[in-house]
Structure formats: C-alpha cells, structure tokens
C-alpha cells in the first residue's frame, strides 16, 4: 500500500508502508515546493500512547500552519517504531532511501537515539531529536553525529537542578529507584551528582527492569533511613509504582524524573501521588497565556491533556517552520539546515528556547508537585504538576562548565559511584 501524507496523520498499522519512489540518498534543494518529513514513533506497544502524544503534537502545529511552511508543503510520514531501537533504524533507513525524506524526527527511548544518530551520519541526513534524550549524543558523541540537532532535553539536565533543589528542601539521604537502561542511569546520575556536590548522599540505588508490573522485590528492600525516595519510571511503570509504593504503606516523600509523572499518565493515577514532586522542561500547568492557549486547544482537539511528549514535537515543528521562513521555503541543504537551526531562538510553549553550541536546548526546568485543582478555566478539580520553583536558562553542563563536566565518564548505572551504600 502506497499513501502520501500531506499535512495529515493516519493511525493504520500501514504507515509503516508509506513510500515514494526508490534508491538512495537524501533530498536534493531542487524539491524546493515540497518538505518531506519522517516521523518515528511507537505506535504499537506499551509506549503506545506516548508515541501518539508525540505525533499528535507535530501534527498540532503542522495543522495550525495549514500543511506549509513558509511556502513548502509539509508531506509528514510516521513510521512505527514499536519502542525497538533496531525497528527505529529499519524505519529510518527506509524513510530515507525509499520515501527521499529531508529529515527524520523521533525515537522515543535513550537507546533508540543511539542507535538513530549513526543512521544519520551514515545517510547524511537530518535527525531531530525531539524526545530521545541520551546525553552523551550533544555531549562527548556530538562530533561524530553532525547532521544531529536535539530541541528535547538531555536525561541528566532537570536532573541537575532538581538535585540541588532536593539538597535545599534539607533533604540528607536519598533512595533511588529507577528503570535499568540509558535513561534511568543518566537521570539518577545527574540528580545524585548534583545533590551529593551539594551535602546529600544517595545511600541506596534500586534497577528495576523496563517494563515491571511487579514492584514487590524493590519496595520493602529501601532503606528505612532515607529522608525521600526519587523514582525515575517510563511508560506502564509510571503508573504501577505509586500504586503500589502507597498500598505498602510509604510514608516517605516522594520525588521524581519527568516521566515518572507526565501528563500522558497523570490523568489515569489517583490521590496517592498528591504532594509527589518532579523536575523537567515542560508542565501543562505553566501559568502563561501560550500555555494556557496551547493546552486548550491540544485538549479539544485530542480530548486530553499534551504530555511533554505533545510539547516537544509541536515546538520541533516551530522550530523547523522558523528556519524555513528564512529560507523562503526552500530545503538549504542537510549542512545548511542544521547550522540555522543552531541559531534558532524561540518562544516556545515551555519559555525561551535556545541551542548551544553542541546543539542542544538551553531552557528553563519546571520543579513541579502534584496537585489537585482546576487550571486554565476547565471547571472540574484534576491533578495538575502545579510549577513551585523554576530555574531559568539551564543548559546540559548545568553550573560546572562544559570542559570540565566532558572530562567525567557519562552518567551509567556505575557512575557516579554509590559510595554512601551499604
């Protein structure tokens, strides 16, 4: 089956079948008129639902400026990527060699963005990262993958503040309970190092695998003299650790990564994650009027609230419709392209928005709790992540410099080491 897209999403299991033509090699800048664009997300799976928050938020914006930018009619086609980094590199190298896409956005997972950016140093063509958050992929990697601009996040940068915010609630001694891959040790190693260089100790770190239902062997296994616990949980999991941590009677606070709270699971979990706290460059519940506009109008269209997930892609779209007003409408080139969107600065949804020199955002990071209220007019009382501190302008080197912060091995599950456990 053969369908072009043109400022359209269909949710078939057939978008993994879109195609145009043959052969290789990226779009030259004579297809001025038309910019084709491939997204991968997983739409099938566990991580179903996110992988449509994070379409639904291209296709938002992609909407709203009618199928163009300045003048290129958006042709967008989303590939599945099933949450698999081996089925994201297939879908990416079809996208580019069969559909001649301009670029390719997506990949949710850490590991799928490692796995994603050699593909486009190899076919030489653009890779957004919008959601994918591996640091080492704007840090010690970045040379190696230049044809790479992230407009997410790295795992460790809310991490790093939010440490020190944790340290400063006098918080001394933290268990940490997260999921065991690349996003998991990158978040717990960027809180631990930034809370630790500030007076606390992490006595206790826990790595359930991705995808648990069962929290039972992690739960009665933390330690009883921790002052709070810090879950970094992904899809289901987000879901289940509460649930659990509450019926087994925990009386700790509780902090956590962005995801372990996100909008796309916020509005499924009950009064047991009231008061929880976390940390990251997105809330619906930011008190601005762009916020406010852009949540009405994501939650009348797909009738719920945007996740970060939705957030991130409409401001990816924003990001790319900027560069394209400067060109006319014209595709620059894969080199050209990736150096003016390294200029780009915006007012996104989130706040300011800017990219260093390793391209990658520098934006303000939200400390958020968990509350029950009415926001944004909607009369009904829902939880909401209330936003209680926000560190303005944060970037991936956090206040430690960048030359000195490459010179440390990348946060894994070993580093930084776990020197107050027992």
Not at 282 to 295: E, H, L, R
Not at 320 to 342: D, Y
Not at 345 to 363: F, S, T, Y
Request: hydrophobic residues 35%; glycine residues 10%; contains cysteine.
């Amino acid at each position: 089956m053969k369908e072009k897209l043109t400022g359209r999403l269909g949710w078939a299991a057939s978008v993994a079948c879109f195609a145009l033509g043959m052969g290789a090699g990226a779009p030259t800048a004579s297809a001025a008129e038309e910019l084709r664009i491939g997204f991968l997300a997983p739409l099938t799976g566990p991580f179903a639902q996110i992988g449509k928050d994070m379409a639904n938020g291209f296709q938002l914006y992609l909407d709203e400026a009618g199928g163009n930018f300045a003048g290129a009619k958006v042709t967008f086609i989303v590939e599945d990527g099933e949450g698999k980094p081996p089925v994201n590199v297939r879908k990416a190298e079809k996208l580019i060699r069969q559909d001649k896409v301009h670029m390719f956005i997506g990949g949710l997972l850490a590991s799928t963005g490692y796995a994603l950016a050699p593909v486009s140093t190899r076919q030489k063509t653009v890779y957004v990262s919008s959601i994918a958050a591996a640091d080492d992929l704007t840090q010690r990697e970045s040379a190696k993958y230049p044809y790479m601009v992230r407009t997410g996040w790295t795992s460790s940068q809310p991490s790093h503040p939010f440490g020190q915010w944790a340290c400063e609630q006098g918080y001394k001694k933290i268990v940490t309970v997260a999921a065991d891959y690349a996003f998991g040790y990158e978040v717990v190693g960027g809180f631990q190092k930034a809370f630790e260089d500030c007076g606390g100790k992490v006595i206790q770190k826990m790595w359930p695998p991705l995808g648990t239902k069962d929290f039972g062997p992690f739960i009665p296994a933390i330690k009883k003299d921790a002052d709070a616990i810090l879950t970094l949980m992904v899809g289901p999991m987000a879901l289940q650790f509460p649930k659990q941590l509450a019926d087994a009677g925990n009386k700790k606070p509780v902090i956590g990564g962005g995801t372990s709270y996100d909008e796309y699971v916020l509005p499924s979990m009950g009064d047991e994650v009231i008061g929880h706290v976390s940390a990251l460059q997105y809330s619906a519940a930011i008190d601005t009027p762009k916020n406010a506009a852009f949540v009405k109008k994501y939650r009348s269209k797909y009738g719920k609230v945007p996740s970060y997930y939705s957030e991130s892609n409409y401001t990816t779209a924003q990001m790319i419709h900027e560069v394209l007003k400067k060109t006319g409408g014209k595709w620059p080139g894969a080199e050209k392209f990736i150096k003016m969107m390294s200029e780009i600065r915006i007012d996104a949804v989130r706040g300011p928005v800017r990219l260093d020199e390793m391209r990658n955002p520098v934006q303000n990071i939200y400390i958020k709790k968990v509350e029950k209220k009415k926001m944004h007019g909607y009369p009904q009382d829902e939880l909401w992540n209330t936003v209680i501190k926000t560190y303005p302008a944060v970037g991936q080197f956090w206040k430690y410099g960048k030359a000195d912060f490459l010179k440390q091995p990348v946060y894994s599950r070993d580093y930084p080491p776990c020197k107050h456990c027992e």
